[in-house]
């Protein structure tokens, strides 16, 4: 069956088409300023502004110089603590010194080419999965293998096989900048599909199943994590059965995918209530299926919809991972506190938090610009 | 919530009998898994404890971990090192995360006795709580400290031991609490208080880190006693004999002065009895504490040195720490350390 072509729209036909352009204007006042007059106008617009801005300026004048000083100019790049302290800027070296450290942690150091190798894996992962061009079932699969080889890599076994040629290494010696990214990728990407069953059974019409779901959630998040960790380290092992021992770095990883999904729970659930109810009614009536519906009606738009809550519990997560210290696990935060108990470097504190400081912020900031892009890129039909 | 915690390990301990006594089970344990497993402080302790620049554990308390690893197993190597932090030492003993806790736990009467039953077997550290004054004050005693104002951590026992010194001499003072110990140093160089506690070792440390080091004191007084040593689950007798005797060891070598350089030569010549049945000249002794051999002292003191080598090495006035022996010099030369006689 064809459609029929719509007819073209024909000019001639209308009672009036203007013959000639209309005589050109100025600009209006608000563009096309020349760079004086814009900054004049915006800066010193008002006196209010020009106070802020004088304000700004005295503040910066004061501030600046001693952090340049202390960061850059009077700052030792090599040498010992002793040169750091006679130099009386920052102390750069310290940092660069502890740094292999900070990424890989207490691995053992003659093989952390291994460690090496699966970062250099994951960023290339990452970089494929963030293009939406290679989003499909593929992926998932491709994780998987991925997550195999990294993992058989790092512990040089993969699920109690040994890879041969590779010398087991166990969990408690993993850390660094791996440990937190483990953590926290593994945690979100796991999180993410349960938060969603969660959120689903937290609205279901069946008691049981509402029941367990509300228990999950109330129970997790009325709890610290800090105590969930501690409850897999040392109360879990003791209600197993003897000889069954299960990995602490994974018992870990467990209890932060089950407190992230709780989270995510509650940020779908309200995706969920936020979709309007003819959504779901004009589903209903053509004769959609639960899970037709969901799937291809409610959820497309409650995960759109969530993605700046989604990406602020993924950013509290990654931040949390820093408390698997309890259980002995050194991530890249805890390999910095570390250091700072070295007795030759003592007194290092403020440059070992500036450096994680800027860690931290470097990848929470990427999480934050990729999601706002996300945003954009699939709410095309409801930008305003 | 640390009581709480280690209440609730405690509790599910007693329920599943983890800490049923069975003579010689951890030590068969650790013997049959290979590795001892040593809780050092985490992140880190300075001179004690730390990992170096390739994630391997030094200092102090981990060369008492690896000379127990070698009465054991007769290999340093032998040993796993399992980070703990205050909080999750305790549960982290109890439930058999580790075997040994050697992160300068203070050896207390309950820590000994109550719900946990851990045991001490020796001290290997005198530590103790201290003030430190600047030296221009001319104070030599804490008790000249009359409305002193005092920079100290919050929340620990160090801030009750400081009020009860205080109350107990009938004098006052203004309390400055700052919760990080380098905040508090800096309030303490600044001259936002006059006088600076923290336990002799930290305090020693922080020292190092003033502006001007030698312009402080740290006042004779110990207002507290905090003797240190590695602690273990309770019920096990031979491996307390063992890890205590690995420390009376290394205190017995610098009695007889057996060093890392001559304790061959020792071995060799040395015709005192009490000696030559140390370093197993003549055997009996290694069998007697279940010992991986008649070696084992000799093997420990060749590797690591004794007692005063490995406190000079990560502490003494060699390093940054620069701690003096004080209580920590063996007995015959003023201090605390005194070990029964191998015989």
């Known amino acids: 069956m064809n459609a029929p072509m719509p007819t073209p729209l024909n000019v001639r036909s209308l009672s009036f088409v203007r013959g000639e352009t209309l005589p050109q204007m100025p600009p209006p006042d608000d563009v096309r300023l020349s760079l004086s007059r814009r900054v004049a106008r915006t800066y010193f617009g008002s006196p209010a502004n020009a106070a802020i801005t004088i304000g700004c300026i005295l503040v910066l004048a004061w501030l600046l110089p001693p952090l340049l000083n202390w960061a850059l100019f009077k700052a030792t790049w090599t040498g010992n603590a002793t040169a750091c302290r006679e130099a009386g800027g920052a102390c750069w070296s310290f940092i660069r010194e502890k740094f292999w450290f900070s990424v890989f942690g207490l691995y053992p150091f003659e093989l952390r080419w291994r460690p090496g190798l699966v970062l250099a894996l994951f960023a290339g992962m990452v970089a494929i999965s963030v293009q939406q061009r290679f989003w499909s079932i593929k992926l998932i699969y491709a994780w998987v293998a991925a997550l195999a080889v990294m993992w058989g890599l790092m512990g040089g076994n993969v699920l109690g096989i040994p890879v041969p040629g590779l010398d087991p290494v166990p969990t408690r010696l993993w850390g660094g900048w791996l440990v937190t990214i483990f953590l926290a990728v593994f945690g979100a990407a796991l999180a993410y599909p349960i938060g969603i069953v969660l959120a689903l059974g937290r609205r279901s019409q069946r008691p049981f199943v509402r029941l367990v779901c509300v228990c999950w959630i109330e129970f997790i998040r009325g709890v610290p994590l800090i105590s969930l960790l501690f409850i897999a380290t040392f109360i879990v092992p003791l209600f197993m059965p003897t000889g069954v021992e299960l990995d602490r770095l994974i018992r870990a990883q467990i209890a932060f995918i089950m407190f992230a999904a709780a989270y995510m729970a509650e940020v779908f659930r309200g995706g969920l209530q936020a979709i309007p109810k003819g959504q779901y009614e004009g589903a209903d009536s053509i004769g959609l299926n639960y899970s037709q519906k969901m799937r291809l009606i409610v959820l497309p738009q409650a995960l759109k919809i969530t993605i700046p809550a989604q990406v602020n519990t993924f950013i509290g997560m990654f931040k949390d991972t820093t408390l698997v210290l309890i259980i002995g696990i050194f991530d890249f935060f805890t390999t910095l506190r570390s250091s700072l108990g070295d007795a030759n470097w003592l007194g290092f504190a403020t440059e070992a938090y500036v450096y994680a400081a800027a860690v931290y912020f470097v990848c929470c900031y990427a999480m934050s610009q990729y999601s706002q892009r996300l945003e954009t890129t699939l709410n095309e039909g409801q930008r305003r | ?343």
């Open chain 2, 1 to 343: 919530m640390k009581n709480w915690l280690m209440g609730i390990a405690a509790v599910g301990a007693m329920l599943f009998g983890t800490t049923v006594a069975e003579a010689g089970r951890d030590l068969d344990q650790i013997k049959q898994r290979g590795t001892l497993r040593c809780g050092v402080q985490g992140p880190s302790n300075p001179g004690f404890g730390v990992p170096n620049a390739q994630g391997v554990w030094e200092g102090f308390n981990v060369e008492i971990c690896r000379s127990v690893a070698i009465s054991i197993f007769g290999d340093p190597t032998k040993v796993e090192f399992v980070p703990v932090t205050t909080q999750s030492r305790f549960p982290a003993l109890t439930n058999g995360e580790v075997d040994m806790l050697s992160n300068n736990t203070t050896w207390t009467l309950t820590r000994d006795t109550g719900v946990n039953r851990f045991n001490f077997p020796a001290i290997v550290f005198y530590d103790g709580q201290s003030v430190m004054v600047p030296r221009r004050l001319n104070v030599t005693s804490a008790k000249q400290l009359n409305g002193a104002t005092v920079c100290v951590q919050p929340g620990t026992t160090t801030e009750l031991n400081l009020s009860d010194f205080f109350r107990q001499n009938n004098i006052t003072f203004r309390p400055v609490v700052i919760e990080a110990l380098d905040e508090l140093r800096r309030a303490y160089d600044q001259g936002r208080c006059d006088v600076f506690t923290n336990d002799f070792a930290a305090l020693a440390a922080q020292r190092t880190l003033l502006t001007n080091p030698r312009d402080h004191v740290i006042l004779p007084e110990r207002i507290s006693k905090e003797p240190l040593g590695p602690t273990i689950r309770q019920g096990d007798e031979e491996l307390t004999n063992l890890v205590a005797w690995t420390v009376f060891a290394l205190i017995d070598a610098e009695e007889f002065g057996i060093t890392k350089a001559n304790v061959d030569q020792v071995a060799a010549t040395n015709t005192d009895p009490r000696v030559r049945r140390l370093l197993g000249v003549e055997p009996g002794m290694g069998a007697a504490i279940g010992a991986a051999n008649e070696n084992w002292a000799r093997t420990i003191i060749k590797t690591y040195g004794n007692y005063g080598e490995i406190f000079d090495r990560w502490l003494g006035p060699s390093t940054p720490l620069a701690l003096e022996r004080g209580q920590n010099n063996i007995w015959t030369k003023g201090g605390l350390l005194y070990a029964p006689p191998a015989r």
